[in-house]
């Protein structure tokens, strides 16, 4: 889109010829050139006599500010006009204001200008670098910090492949050691199942040999007791025995 002109004169007869911009409350002086208000309040501010004029310097004996309204409302349309054209103007890298092209770099604002703002009040004590120092200034500061980035990236890398070394070491190392255990653990229960089985036989040749010993005891008791009761019975019977055959 190419960026839409306006007439140099007219440009100038809006401008003020102090800030360099588009008048805001144009005021007149006795010789007939225009100034932005406070433009001009500033430029006579530590003066009590001899007021001489920015622009053709002659000097005046007293203060006299006259507002023009009609420059104002001239100055209005003017920089509204300007301002359609002010998307052109930055795709074609002019400036929006001055239409000039954008060569220096304000480092206060973070903006491109050009040679008309940076003579403008606004611009004035700003840092101003031309547009291709402030490039270069700003692509080693970006490559800079990309060297940091793709550093630290690095170690980041690195750090993980370290840890997914030691990772790895671990896991190995934790897979032996279950292999170990089960192994031992395997062994433990053979062990265990072997003297379970040793520990059962013991018990049940025990059991037998009580059992036995128990059926012994039993028949032994059993010939003492039958012995026991055939003697009882003889002895009961002797005592009812008449008393001369129980003497015999």
């Known amino acids: 889109m190419a960026a839409v ?40 501010k530590d003066l009590e006599m001899d007021f001489p004029c920015p622009q053709c310097r002659e000097v005046f004996q007293q ?6 309204r009609q420059l104002a409302n001239m100055s209005e349309i003017i920089s509204q006009f300007a301002l359609r054209g002010a ?7 002019l400036c929006v204001k001055h239409r000039e092209a954008l060569k220096l770099y304000c480092k206060d604002d973070r903006r491109t200008i ?16 031309p547009v ?4 270069e200034e700003y692509k080693e500061k970006i490559q800079g910090r990309l060297d940091f980035l793709k550093k630290e990236r690095q170690e ?12 790895q070491e671990l896991l ?17 229960r053979q062990f265990l199942h072997d003297q379970e089985h ?17 059926n012994e005891n039993i028949t032994d008791l059993s010939k003492e007791i039958t012995l026991l009761n055939k003697l009882i019975t003889e002895l009961e019977e002797k005592i009812q025995q008449p008393v001369l055959e129980f003497l015999k």
């Open 5 to 44: 002109f306006l007439p140099g004169n007219l440009q100038d007869e809006a401008t003020c010829s102090v800030c360099l911009e588009f008048f805001k409350d144009p005021v007149s002086i006795e010789c007939g050139h225009n100034f932005c208000r406070a433009c001009i309040v500033k430029s006579w």
């Open 63 to 68: 203060k006299s500010l006259r507002p023009n």
């Open 87 to 93: 998307k052109g103007a930055e795709e074609d890298g």
């Open 114 to 129: 050009c040679v008309v703002c940076d003579r403008s009040r606004e611009h004035r004590p700003h840092a101003v670098v």
């Open 132 to 135: 291709d120092e402030a490039s």
């Open 156 to 167: 980041l890398l690195e750090f993980k492949v370290n840890d997914d070394k030691k990772t």
């Open 172 to 188: 190995k190392t934790i897979e032996t050691e279950r292999q170990k255990l089960l192994v031992e653990f395997e062994g433990l």
């Open 198 to 214: 040793i520990l059962l036989g013991q018990l049940d040749k025990m059991e037998k040999s009580i059992a036995k010993r128990q």
